[in-house]
């Protein structure tokens, strides 16, 4: 069978949420089906280590300009010429993005649909081609794959589509994501937080990750605290906004607030396992991987009881109201002062991380692929 892929985010050093579940998942797959035939289906020059195996075949399709309207001529008009000429038996897409004008059997993956609960997130025209084509997209579909419980009924909900031609695909943390030992912990804390301990986020600078109510979450624990603890935001500032900017400057305690910018995977897992715990607490999710990579690290984790949060972290992370900034803020004076319940969630945390692997997610999502045959 031939199998095309849409690939547009395995983007060398620039992977990011979405990038990582393409490149765990199909690098898995197409080693795993020898007898399958795969074209990986790049808007960028691709780098050679993206093609896995012998049966993958790669094709460049630049797209000009990362906006809807250059999305919907790339995927209305070139993508379906695209399959026709290749005689592709199906057409995976695990980003988001589908396409409506080709006649190719569909495997949709659907991570989440937070454009439909806080459209005004987006803009004008992001929301708007989400909002006009997903429902379509799912609709056409012959299967659709997404990564929790909640948001397969999220889509059941909103879009009318038979929960039968929906695979629940959870997502997972990467594989180098480890416990440190307390000599790297002190030398990160040095680096990174003048050798203070720290609250850690990680994340998307986007509103739904809620930094503003963490920023003032966290000022409500300074003036109830002493010491001098930190706040690290890790991340690029690519989505920064005038709302999280004047939250953040209105801040007192923003001294205390610490950005690293975007670090490599290893950096990552220093600064997640030498913190004092990860904070998670955005108000919309379809999966939240930092749960895990809180975990994995054996970093005790806050994160909110809302969407698909408190699925993925069960009774691993201490859970809060994402909308309360007393409950935030009293999240990180526990965790702050009680040790044993550090503990607890570390012990935890070691049991819940083993349900979601790589190998699970591309095993998941192959089945839901087969289903479509």
């Known amino acids: 069978m031939n199998i095309a892929v849409n690939t547009q985010l395995l983007i060398k050093d620039h992977l990011e949420g979405l990038g990582w579940f393409e490149y765990e998942t199909l690098k898995r797959i197409t080693v795993q089906h020898p007898e399958h035939n795969f074209l990986f289906i790049f808007g960028k020059p691709y780098d050679k280590s993206f093609i896995f195996s012998d049966n993958v075949r790669a094709i460049t399709v630049p797209i000009p300009y990362n906006h809807p309207v250059f999305w919907y001529y790339h995927f209305e008009h070139r993508i379906p010429g695209i399959l026709k000429k290749n005689k592709i038996d199906l057409f995976l897409s695990p980003d988001g993005i589908s396409s409506l004008n080709t006649k190719t059997k569909t495997v949709f993956v659907?991570?989440?649909?937070?454009?439909?609960?806080?459209?005004?997130?987006?803009?004008?025209?992001?929301?708007?081609?989400?909002?006009?084509?997903?429902?379509?997209?799912?609709?056409?579909?012959?299967?659709?794959?997404?990564?929790?419980?909640?948001?397969?009924?999220?889509?059941?909900?909103?879009?009318?589509?038979?929960?039968?031609?929906?695979?629940?695909?959870?997502?997972?943390?990467?594989?180098?994501?480890?416990?440190?030992?307390?000599?790297?912990?002190?030398?990160?804390?040095?680096?990174?937080?003048?050798?203070?301990q720290y609250f850690v986020f990680v994340g998307a600078m986007i509103l739904r990750k809620n930094l503003i109510n963490l920023f003032k979450a966290f000022d409500l624990f300074k003036k109830n605290n002493s010491g001098n603890v930190k706040l690290l935001i890790v991340g690029a500032k690519r989505w920064w906004s005038k709302k999280i900017r004047q939250s953040y400057e209105c801040m007192e305690y923003k001294d205390d607030v610490i950005f690293t910018g975007r670090v490599s995977v290893e950096i990552l897992n220093q600064l997640i396992g030498s913190a004092l715990a990860l904070t998670y607490v955005s108000y919309f999710e379809g999966f939240g991987v930092p749960i895990l990579e809180g975990m994995k690290c054996e970093t005790p984790v806050i994160t909110s009881n809302s969407t698909s949060l408190p699925e993925i972290a069960g009774d691993a992370a201490l859970s809060v109201d994402a909308f309360s900034i007393e409950s935030i803020a009293e999240a990180l004076e526990k965790l702050y002062k009680d040790n044993d319940l550090r503990q607890q969630l570390i012990l935890k945390g070691n049991i819940r991380k083993n349900e979601y692997t790589w190998q699970i997610t591309a095993d998941k999502l192959w089945d839901c692929i087969e289903k479509s045959f």
């Open 110 to 196: 659907i991570h989440d649909l937070n454009f439909e609960h806080y459209p005004k997130n987006l803009s004008f025209f992001y929301r708007h081609y989400y909002r006009y084509y997903s429902p379509r997209w799912a609709a056409k579909a012959q299967r659709i794959a997404t990564v929790s419980e909640y948001s397969k009924a999220d889509i059941v909900a909103r879009y009318g589509i038979n929960p039968q031609k929906i695979d629940v695909v959870y997502s997972a943390a990467k594989e180098a994501f480890k416990p440190v030992g307390n000599d790297i912990k002190k030398i990160t804390r040095d680096t990174y937080a003048l050798g203070n």
